[in-house]
């Protein structure tokens, strides 16, 4: 499974699904500076602090 990946500069993010007509609710995640990035518990979208990206963990 492929994620999305966003790169924000903000710890507080918004999410509404994307520009899908079907989207979800709007939720806002809060980034912990320890771990540097959240994921959308609806629609999977990866939220990565700006300048962080964690090593893929895909062989191949």
Known sequence: MVM???E???LRVM???G???L???RVFLTIKQE???VVCP???LRYVLQ???KPSTRQN
């Open 4 to 6: 999305n990946v966003v």
């Open 35 to 37: 771990i540097r990035e």
């Open 23 to 25: 989207g979800h609710p």
């Open 15 to 17: 999410c509404d699904g």
């Open 8 to 10: 924000v500069e903000s």
């Open 51 to 53: 300048g962080f990206e």
């Open 42 to 44: 609806y629609c999977s």
């Open 19 to 21: 520009s899908s007509t």
